[in-house]
């Protein structure tokens, strides 16, 4: 079995660019649920720090995950 790990590599970080593109425009449409005070005690601390959208750390987190 040969594979080229280039291509993997390549097709890897094509992936993680398309699927945060996805995930950011839903954000846009769903951001209402993410700062409704009622939903607050859900999220954790990493996600929600703060009142308002998730900050960068959780974005880095997710990526790195």
Same mark, same amino acid.
């Given at each position: 079995?040969? $594979?080229n790990f280039k291509?993997?590599?390549i097709s890897s970080i094509v992936?993680?660019?398309i699927s945060q593109? $996805?995930?950011t425009?839903?954000?846009v449409f769903t951001m209402s649920y993410y700062t409704?005070?009622?939903y607050f005690a859900l999220?954790?601390?990493l996600m929600m720090p703060a009142n308002g959208p998730p900050g960068t750390e959780f974005f880095l987190?997710? $990526?790195l995950y």
């Open positions: 079995m040969n $594979i291509k993997v590599a992936f993680l660019i593109i $996805i995930n425009v839903t954000a409704n005070p009622e999220w954790s601390k987190a997710v $990526i």
